[in-house]
Every structure is written in structure tokens, then in C-alpha cells.
């Protein structure tokens, strides 16, 4: 990758959290990345914004109701092209003048764009991690099938890639996921019991969405990544665990068949992993605020409260089941967060409904795609009852 020759992106929900941190690292590295696609989901304002910085050759915003207002805002740059719906996510994905297609769109929707980048044998830059939870056998096979390299863009998972760089498969004895504990890291059920949206929006370490940072607050986060690892590196069950590490410091670990253990570590900032991703096998020169060890002399390490914050265990379950079970753990709780952010429902319901449909809905051991949309319509009509 060259200046003359700079990598092609397409940017799938350019808008959120994940999206604008992958802008600010294309602004940072001149000349090594082009933006080629922009998608949005309903901020059409800064998606405008956006495209007449980037000046991509495609925007999409997904709420069909807005295209026209887009369109209008950018009809003096006619080397843009507007489109809109679920449909356009899926045809940009797949565009022959994109290189790298990052995923960070939130939740189920991010499975069908990803599933035509790979068949286009498409270099993925995966932040959605929703994609391998609710089909990760079809996306790693596809993936191998088509040639197409999955790159984590989760600060965990790209730990562990990093750490498994140089490596033999083989070597792998275990990996350790570590989890910041969240906002409530600590908490009582009785006291988790009074806990408001905005206090759970509150993550003491990480600037993420709405939805991520309540996941984090459950410990589902840490479960999907869980499931998310498993398919990403070949792992078994047994192979998976999860430690909380407060600081966040510690990204993730690797304890090979010798004993050794690697560890990669940093400050809490999404742009680089994003970068790694974006830029591998380089490791681009940045001037992101360097970590000290002086400034963290503790770093400490406790187990996570699976009693208490439910839905960790719960992750670990479907993981063991297989089949669609991950793919009903996931619609379960994006139905449930929806409903805790819209203040419908209390924070230790979010399991409660995520356990629920994981007994209500079929369970089906080798699912194929219609399968997978169906268990996701399925269950979030049994949640949607669940949380009226």
C-alpha cells in the first residue's frame, strides 16, 4: 500500500461511534485510504457532511424516508451517487472498486452487507460483531471459500490477532478476554435493580454507541465477543475465557501450549485497532497519545460476577448449543436494549428476556441463511411481547 495507491474503503455506518473514529483515521493517514462508499442508517445531516468532506462515489442512507433530502443536499457533487434502503447496503458492499469493506453497523443488520463482501472476496475490517455471533460457521465459511481475510476491529479481538501474529494454530492452548466490568462493575441484583439509562450509559473507560455501551453494562458485550472469538480464530468452547480488567489496559491475552502467556496492551482508544485493521500487515505511524506505565502502577484482574450479570453465562450457553441459539441470544437482547433505552423495561429484565426466547424459540442445530432470518423475525416477535 502506497500513497499513489491508496487502499479503498467502504465505510458501512460511517455515522456512529466506530464510523467517525475510522474518518479521523483517514484524516491522520493522507493518501493511504480513499473513501469509496458511506452509509448511514437515519443521520442523514452528518452523512451530508460527510460525503462533501470524503467526497465518496457512493452514499446510502438506510431510511428510505430521508433519500430524498440527501439527494437534494448533495446534488452539486455529481460524482457522488445517492441510494437508499436495506437492498443498496447490500449491492455497495460488493462495489469491484472497493478494497477493505468496515462493518459498523449495530447489530443483525450488519450480517447480510458482510455476507456479499465476502462472496466478492472482499478484505472485511469486522466491527460488527453481531455478524459471526448470529451465523459465524456460513461467514468463516464463506470467508475461506471466497479467499476473504477477516480482520477484528474489536479492541479485544484485534488483541489476540496481534498476539497470534508469528504463531502456529497449534500453539494456542487458551485465549483471555478481558472485560472492563462496566459501569456497575461491583453492583448488587438489589442494587442493579434502581439503576437508570443514563447511569448505564456511563462506561468508565469507552466512548461507544448507546447500544455497545449497555451490552457492556450486562456483560453481554463480553459474551458476544465470546462467540464472536470462537469463529474468528477456530477456537473450541473450552479454549474461552473471560477475566475483568478494570483499566482496560490489558486489550487481551493468548497462553500458549508452553505456558507462555502474550499480552497486548494500550490506551483505550478505538482508532487503533481500527487502524491495525485498515492498514495490516503495516503498523502506520500515528501521533494517537502513547501509554506509560507510570501512569497506571496497578493493574488488577478479578472474575466476572456470572450470578449477578446474567447475561455472560447465558452467551457461554447458546456458545455450547450452537445452531441458532447465538443467533436468538443476539435478537433477544437487541429487542431488550431497545426497550431498556426507550425506559420500558428495567436493566435486570435484559436477561430475563434474553433467557426467555433462548427457551421459546425452535432450536434448529444446522441452520442455513432462511433459517437464520427466520430465527431473527421469530424472536423478536416473542421479545417485543416479552417487553410490552
Not at 17 to 45: C, H, K, M
Not at 251 to 271: C, Y
Request: proline share 5%; with cysteine; glycine share 6%.
Amino acid at each position: 500500500m502506497t500513497s499513489s495507491h491508496p487502499r479503498s474503503l467502504a465505510l458501512l455506518g460511517s455515522t456512529g461511534s466506530i464510523g467517525t473514529q475510522t474518518l479521523d483515521v483517514v484524516r491522520a493517514q493522507p493518501g493511504r485510504f480513499r473513501v469509496a462508499v458511506l452509509t448511514a442508517q437515519r443521520s442523514a445531516d452528518l452523512l451530508v457532511l460527510q460525503a462533501r468532506e470524503f467526497r465518496p462515489a457512493v452514499v446510502v442512507i438506510g431510511d428510505e424516508a430521508q433519500y430524498a433530502g440527501v439527494k437534494a443536499a448533495l446534488a452539486n457533487q455529481p460524482e457522488t451517487t445517492v441510494m437508499a434502503g436495506a437492498a443498496a447496503l447490500t449491492e455497495v458492499a460488493a462495489r469491484p472498486d472497493v478494497d477493505v469493506v468496515l462493518t459498523a453497523l449495530v447489530g443483525y443488520a450488519g450480517l447480510l452487507p458482510t455476507l456479499a463482501a465476502l462472496k466478492a472476496g472482499k478484505t472485511i475490517a469486522l466491527a460488527n460483531k453481531e455478524t459471526l455471533v448470529v451465523a459465524g460457521q456460513l461467514v468463516t465459511s464463506l470467508a475461506r471459500q471466497h479467499g476473504a481475510a477477516i480482520y477484528p476491529v474489536d479492541s479485544e479481538h484485534s488483541a489476540i490477532f496481534q498476539c497470534l501474529v508469528g504463531e502456529q494454530p497449534d500453539a494456542v492452548e487458551k485465549i483471555i478476554l478481558t472485560a472492563s466490568g462496566g459501569p456497575f462493575r461491583g453492583r448488587s441484583a438489589q442494587e442493579l435493580a434502581q439503576v437508570t439509562r443514563a447511569q448505564a450509559l456511563k462506561h468508565p473507560n469507552w466512548d461507544m454507541g448507546a447500544k455497545v455501551t449497555i451490552d457492556s453494562a450486562s456483560l453481554m458485550n463480553k459474551g458476544l465477543e465470546v462467540i464472536e472469538a470462537k469463529w474468528l480464530f477456530g477456537l473450541t468452547n473450552e479454549q474461552i475465557e473471560v477475566v475483568v480488567h478494570p483499566q482496560s489496559i490489558i486489550h487481551s491475552l493468548v497462553q500458549f501450549r508452553d505456558g507462555s502467556l502474550k499480552a497486548q496492551l494500550g490506551l483505550p482508544d478505538m482508532k487503533l485497532p481500527i487502524q491495525y485493521a485498515l492498514g495490516y500487515p503495516e503498523r502506520l505511524v500515528n501521533d494517537f497519545p502513547r501509554f506509560s506505565f507510570l501512569d497506571y502502577p496497578t493493574l488488577t484482574f478479578e472474575q466476572p460476577d456470572g450470578a449477578t450479570f446474567r447475561n455472560l453465562p447465558l452467551a457461554f450457553e447458546a456458545m455450547r448449543r450452537g445452531g441458532n441459539a447465538p443467533c436468538v441470544l443476539n435478537a433477544a437482547n437487541e429487542v431488550a436494549v431497545a426497550a431498556f433505552l426507550r425506559e420500558q423495561i428495567g436493566f435486570l429484565q435484559l436477561p430475563e428476556v434474553v433467557e426467555s426466547c433462548l427457551t421459546r424459540v425452535s432450536y434448529l442445530a444446522e441452520p442455513s441463511l432462511d433459517d437464520y432470518v427466520q430465527t431473527d423475525a421469530e424472536t423478536r416477535r416473542v421479545a417485543a411481547e416479552l417487553v410490552k
